[in-house]
Every structure is written in C-alpha cells, then in structure tokens.
C-alpha cells in the first residue's frame, strides 16, 4: 500500500461562485441606492458689489433666477414662470417657517421683473429676511 502517492478523489476545492454572486448584489445594491447630488444645475453670473460681505448665510432658502427668468428654489427646479408656482414651489420647500432667512441670487443679466416677481412671492408668503448675493466688484488697478 503506497501511503504517500495516492490521490484523494475527494480533494478539497474554493467554489467562488456564491461568493461572486453576493458581491455582484452588494454592488448593485449599492449603485441603485446611491444618490448623485447635483449642485446648482442653473448657472448663475452674480451681479457686482462694493459693499462688504454681510452675516453667514448658511440656513437660508436659497432661490435662484437665471438669466432667461427661470427659476430654483433650492435643488428643484420650479416649472413655472408666474407668482402662483414660485409661491408653491417656495411653501412646499420652507414649509411653515417664515422666519428663515431667504437668499436670493439672481443672474445679473436676467430681466428686471423676474427678481420683482420673486420678491413678491416672497413677500405674499409672509418671509421677511431677504438678502440679495452678489460677487466683489473688482478692484481698479490705479489704486
């Protein structure tokens, strides 16, 4: 009988199969749950200001208007141009608090009567705290 040169028949093998099958889950799991943030879809040229920054703003509502008087009440998009859209849109956002400040960026080339119109809204829904963003005006190169 030869001890040391027989060949088991029952050797022992790693079958990755399930293994590969649960990483492919955990991936796809993954992937779907995810959520992909997409920062200020509009794009939006602030208008220049000498005077100095003011306070933090960092628990405002932030409302957007671009130039083409579109507007973004925080991440989403509002799909009407008129008062009565933005005032939902705004409701739905802030929901009942009416003391949270309100920042407003508005393109510097969008018509006049869309800031108008959204500082109406506003104002029809009782918020009282607004501030308007803008960029420091660049420095003249004589001084």
Known sequence: MRIGQARREDDFEINV?????????????????????QHARMK??????????????????????????????????VLGTDTDSLKQAIARIAGDDRER?????ADAMTPHQSVVTAMDALAQLGFSRLSIATTPAAEPRGK
């Open 17 to 37: 199969i399930s293994l590969i099958d649960v990483l492919l889950t955990l991936l796809m799991f993954f992937v779907m749950t995810t959520t992909f943030v």
């Open 44 to 77: 939006v040229t602030l208008p220049e200001a000498s005077a100095q920054a003011s306070q933090d703003q960092s628990g405002a509502l932030v409302l957007m208007v671009d130039r083409e008087g579109h507007f973004s009440v925080g991440a989403d998009e």
């Open 101 to 105: 400040p309100v920042l407003l960026r």
